[in-house]
């Protein structure tokens, strides 16, 4: 499930910073939430600087959204949140105010991978053991 | 509402393969919740190879992810993601590791179509009745 | 948090409809919940047309989906809906049946601005003096 997108102007990272942020991303993901590495999906969708408006100017922003599971910790997400936000103010080299990140929480069962509906928090190992 | 967008890598479906995909993703969709199928929305989302990674590496994806009215029932939801997932396999002919389908779900006093805010599920005669 | 997606086949808006778009969004937005401004994000994206489909047809299609912070009241959302929804209709031209408004709410915990974990509904105000 957890499918994350990196959002940012065009050409607001090199191929190689890409490759870069989604290695931690995926990193970070697996270390707080102990997911296998192999479901972390990162996508990068960039916009024309047209496209791209922050308190209804045209602005940089690079934002990073996750839709993960829900049932994970208040404390588990916040230092998901903070890891996120580290590296992609590391990365961009952006201000505080132009950037953000947040997670989307979805039930398991409102998800399909490796060809079965995921399993709840607590479930993984039975589900693993089939996959 | 329903609002589904497909993720794919550029070029891995033909124009062809896209109208069928949205038919068929506004048939599942129908067959299962009863929805008017002028309401399905399809959307294709097309990425460079070098922007979608899986477990931090490049790798091909196809993904379908909905955004339906909150409600359904756990079967409902269970069968519309299977029947998903086998369209998203057969078109793609990409393995299970490679694919993932997905649904959030969204109240339909969040949302507005047609002119109106939807109604809630159980609601809906009255509100066709006005369209 | 409040990061407004704007959804359109190609050219269906110029780059000053865009820039119009964007600052109404934000001026709707700040009206109806009071957030400020510098926190709204308005992202522009189009698809080409065999990439748009309505009930398996391609079709024109104009869109806007707000994620917005979890906790405004119902009738906040239904003006918001509604003032969007007029915005929306009366810069694409289009008809009733080719637009959709919706709001995903997300709690405030769930996203990092300004470099924090954002504050519930009622506990701006501190967190904003650090800001």
Redesign the interface.
């Known amino acids: 499930?957890p499918?994350y997108t990196f959002?940012s102007t065009e050409n607001a990272l090199t191929?190689d910073q890409?490759?870069h942020v989604?290695?931690e991303?995926?990193?970070i993901h697996v270390a707080h939430t102990g997911a296998p590495?192999?479901?972390?999906?990162?996508?990068?969708?960039?916009?024309t600087a047209?496209?791209?408006?922050?308190?209804?100017?045209?602005a940089d922003?690079a934002?990073i959204?996750g839709?993960i599971r829900a049932g994970r910790s208040?404390e588990t997400?916040?230092t998901l949140?903070?890891d996120?936000?580290e590296l992609l103010q590391t990365v961009t080299g952006l201000s505080?105010?132009e950037?953000?990140?947040?997670?989307?929480?979805?039930p398991a069962?409102?998800?399909?991978?490796?060809?079965e509906?995921l399993p709840e928090p607590g479930a993984e190992a039975d589900w693993l053991a089939h996959?």
């Open positions: 499930m499918f959002y191929a890409k490759a989604a290695e991303i995926t990193r590495s192999r479901y972390v999906r990162v996508l990068f969708q960039e916009a047209e496209n791209c408006y922050t308190g209804g100017k045209v922003v934002m959204r839709i208040a997400k916040e949140l903070r996120l936000w505080d105010d950037l953000l990140v947040s997670v989307q929480e979805n069962r409102n998800a399909m991978e490796g060809g509906v996959h």
